[in-house]
């Protein structure tokens, strides 16, 4: 199997991250990239939808991935491997979330300078990520059926902070207890305007939209 | 649907949180209830699981269950409806674990003077749970078949530190890529010594393995 470059990342020095953060979309600003904060349970499934994902994409736009994890590559070796696309494993040193800081150290690694599209994949973590400001042009939250529809219930900042939710794993809808009525009221009573689409990444179902959302997010985002 | 008990637990003033949860598990020694810290990423299961197993065993044992979220209180409803044992609901005011003062806060509340066993749902994340010793008598964590058998290699923590692994949800393997042998190899290269069962909180196969490994745990645990 190929390599992927491993970086260890530590908490920013930084008192303030919002600053930070603010300031690092400044920079993506200029630079023209756009950066998508990719956050969910362990296990939601954010590199089988990434993967699908870019294969729709990779043609129209210039993709890398960063993926971030406590210990192991396997997410940014199996990215390389079924995209093409560069890919880096940033490695939290224990940390439960990355914070502007430790995103920049990655951006600056992966090399941003000839990137459309980055793709940060968080922690899988519901709780601290959404704590913490990347610094990331959007927030993107993976939420699967088999975790159940209570989630947003249950960890609120995360979805209340985020631009787009996808409910993925739909193709296991007949296996497990999902009431997506409940789930999305649940997601509006926090936040009216994310934007919620399902999918599912073994199958590929939805992810046609997805990448119609992203094609439209980032024209505008240019315009802005 | 019956009321519990919610109460706002915040985090331990004490700055040697290892100290204070040695401390709590003499305390609990002394009282003869024994605390397991449960935990698993968002939606593996736990509370299914433990309702389940609490059926089974609170002929034999009386039992109690603290039920830790950052926020809602569906889960110790459905604990106290569909067990009918005592049931009180923590609130972590944001935090993503909980520590040893936190846990003896939720212990003071639910009163422990004729409880036998107590189970301690803690916040669903991988990560954080590992890292701050509650003071339990033991810990389980539950790895669900949809969330990937690659869990282990990435967050190695909290198989390293668990007494037992349930592997929930194994009616559904027909429908997810999970490897047992790959998982239970990750999981003995972290940590030799832990009871690992497959099991189906939704079934209930497995749950009467599940029951006599605490009956054993349990009585061993009075005579030390």
Redesign the interface.
Known sequence: MGEVKIIAVNRSAYADNDLEAEALRGYLKDKGTFLVNVMS???AGKTTTLTKLINLLKNELRIGVMEA????D??ALSIAKNTGVRSIQIHTS?M?HLDAGMTKSGLDEIDISDLDLVFLEN??????PA?FDTGASMDMVIL?I???D??P?????IFEKCDLVLIN?I??ID??DFNFERCEKDIRWRNKNATIIKISAKTGEGIEDVKTYFINKIQNWRKE
């Open positions: 349970s362990p296990g994890d406590i210990d192991s396997v997410d224990g439960c922690v899988g973590n519901l709780v601290c704590e699967s088999p975790e159940g209570d989630k219930l249950k960890y609120p900042l794993k193709d296991t296996y497990f």
